[in-house]
C-alpha cells in the first residue's frame, strides 16, 4: 500500500485558489488517486479519483504528473465552507489507508 | 451516485453495555464494506474489512472479540462494540465501494459512540 505526505496544515482566503499536493513516491501500477473531503463529526466526501494526467469535476481538478509519483488536489475559488479537512489516499484496492490529511482553514 | 448510511449518528451507552452500529447501501450492493475509527484531531483508522457471508478480517491490534462484525446481506454490515469502556469512546465510519471498477468508496456519515 502506497503511503502518502500531505501537508499538515494550508491557510487561504476566500476566493483563491488553493493547490493540496499529496507525494505517493511508492505508488503501484494499478494504484489510483483518490481525494476526500471531511468536515468535523462527519465521514468523508469523495471530491475526485484519476489515474493519470488531469481530472476535473464540477469541484476541483485534480493533476498528475507522468511518474505519479505525486498528485495536486486543485479547488478553484475557495469560499469559508471549503475549510475542512482534505486525504489524498492512494490504492487498488477497497483497503484504503487514511494518511494525516491536510488541514485546509479558509478565512474572509 | 452511491449512498452509505450509518444508525445511530450518535449513542450515549454506560460502561459495560454494547452498543451495535449499522452500516447501510442504500441504492447498491456491497460485498465488502469496511469499519474505520477516528479520535478527535486525528485521521481514520482503518478496523476491519466486512465480507458478506464470511468472517471479517481485522486489522492489527484490533481485538475482534470487543468489535463484532456482521455482514449478513449485501447491503448491511453492522459493528458491535461489547463491553464497552470508555476508551472505546470514539466516532466509527463505515464505507462501501460503490459499483463499477473503478467506483471510489462512500462513506457513512458516522457514529459518535460515548461511554459513560
Known amino acids: 500500500l502506497a503511503k502518502t505526505t500531505q501537508p499538515i496544515s494550508m491557510d487561504s482566503y476566500e476566493g483563491q485558489e488553493v493547490n493540496i499536493t499529496c507525494s505517493h513516491n511508492?505508488?503501484?501500477?494499478?494504484?489510483?488517486i483518490t481525494w476526500y473531503q471531511q468536515f468535523p463529526s462527519q465521514g468523508p466526501r469523495f471530491i475526485i479519483q484519476g489515474y493519470k494526467t488531469k481530472v476535473t469535476n464540477e469541484v476541483a481538478s485534480l493533476f498528475i504528473p507522468a511518474d505519479r509519483k505525486s498528485s495536486t488536489l486543485s479547488l478553484p475559488r475557495v469560499s469559508l465552507s471549503d475549510t475542512a479537512v482534505y486525504y489524498c489516499?492512494?490504492?487498488?484496492?477497497?483497503?484504503?489507508?487514511f494518511g494525516t490529511g491536510t488541514r485546509l482553514q479558509v478565512f474572509p | 451516485g452511491a449512498v452509505v448510511s450509518q444508525h445511530p449518528s450518535w449513542v450515549i451507552c454506560k460502561s459495560g453495555t454494547s452498543v451495535k452500529i449499522e452500516c447501510r447501501s442504500l441504492?447498491?450492493?456491497?460485498?465488502?464494506m469496511f469499519w474505520y475509527r477516528q479520535f478527535p484531531k486525528q485521521s481514520l483508522m482503518l478496523m476491519a474489512t466486512?465480507?458478506?457471508?464470511?468472517?471479517?478480517?481485522?486489522e492489527q491490534g484490533v481485538e475482534k472479540d470487543k468489535f463484532l462484525i456482521n455482514h449478513a446481506s449485501l447491503t448491511l454490515s453492522t459493528l458491535t462494540v461489547t463491553s464497552a469502556h470508555p476508551e472505546d469512546s470514539s466516532f466509527y465510519i463505515c464505507?462501501?465501494?460503490?459499483?463499477?471498477?473503478?467506483?471510489?468508496?462512500?462513506f457513512g456519515n458516522g457514529t459518535r459512540l460515548t461511554v459513560t
Open positions: 466486512s465480507n458478506e457471508g464470511s468472517k471479517a478480517t481485522y
Open positions: 489516499l492512494v490504492g487498488d484496492t477497497d483497503k484504503l489507508i
Open positions: 464505507s462501501a465501494r460503490g459499483t463499477g471498477g473503478d467506483s471510489p468508496l462512500h
Open positions: 441504492d447498491f450492493q456491497a460485498t465488502t
Open positions: 511508492n505508488i503501484a501500477t494499478n494504484d489510483y
